[in-house]
């Protein structure tokens, strides 16, 4: 399966979308079984009892509590706008902000961060300059305090397109942040899988998309591939990717190759799958990485495939380093639930 393609079908009834690019699974997004608010998610709440020495608050939601970290200046009983930020561990309350983002195709619109900003991935200068006049334009008029930025799927979209989105997004974070009358109350729904992959996998724009296709492109059994900690990597060595209740544990093993240049080849080829591995299974948090030896000479030549690996990434992520005892590690935001947690007991 030859250049980038988008399918949209259904795992266990539930919508599911995958981007594949050249015959790789890139990404992988499956609705959850549960009732549980989805990232980006938007809630009237009510400001409960401030959590000292956890730097956050607690606040009502309708379905239970959120737990909020930017606390300067709010009482118990006020109310807010917040949005879920990730998945809640079994046992937490949901992770929630003040710090907004309407988010669609070619448009995130922040509210109490003034500004225009255009993706620097859009390079031309001359298309810059015309987005830049487009959205002061669209923008023109509405309150000062909210903010734009142009996604990178702007440069391959019309002007009016374009400027559809902002109004859109624009009408809709003016709307949602003036309510705050009433008890805790959902306002905007989080967006679900194909929703997502509509929104979010448009640069570049696919070169297909095709519906119930997960069986006849091989999806299904990429899937499963995800289902067990190995994976294989070029020249005969692997990784486990293992997560465990503390952390997400990854081992790198050269296999059959004893060469000299055996460890570094396959600690570089781990380094540059791994951000995909870990966003396809739905791990965050701290990861402890266990690469084959290698001499500590060459752990700077691995630091900067790590850095050119997790830039393109997505998620939040902090590269600590080294360990004294030549372990790596780091830690990657939780943005959804894992994969295992997902799928169940379903193949």
Known sequence: MKGRVV???????????????????????????????????????????PMKGMG?????????SGFLRQTDGIAPGQRLIV??????????????TTRLLFKSRHAIVTPGAPGLNISRRIKDESVRADLDTLARAAMEGGPPELGLILRSAALYAEADEIADDITAMAELAQ????DLMGGPELLVEGAGAQETAWR?????????VVEGAFADHGVLEMIEALRTPRVDLPGGGHM??????????????????????ASLKVNIAAARDLPRQLRLRGLGGQVVIDFAPMPKRDRAILDQVMRAA?????????????????????????DRLPLAEVLGGQA
Request: glycine share 8%; hydrophobic share 40%.
């Open 310 to 334: 997790f830039k393109t990434d997505g998620a939040e992520t902090n590269l600590a380093g080294w360990t004294g005892l030549g372990l790596y590690e780091m830690t990657r935001k939780r």
């Open 200 to 208: 979010d996998w448009a640069d570049p724009p696919p070169d297909d």
């Open 7 to 49: 399918l949209l079908d259904q795992i266990d009834n539930r919508p599911a979308a995958a981007l594949v690019v050249d015959g790789v699974l890139e990404e992988l997004l499956i609705d959850p079984a549960t009732d549980a608010p989805l990232p980006g998610a938007i809630y009237r709440a009510v400001a409960d009892r």
């Open 56 to 64: 956050g608050l607690f606040v009502k939601l309708p379905e239970g």
């Open 240 to 261: 486990m990717v293992e997560p465990t209740r503390a952390l997400v544990a990854v081992d790198v093993n050269t296999g059959p190759d004893t060469t000299p240049a």
């Open 83 to 96: 949005q879920v930020t990730g998945p809640a561990e079994p046992g937490k309350a949901i992770p929630v």
């Open 175 to 178: 709307a949602v942040t003036s």
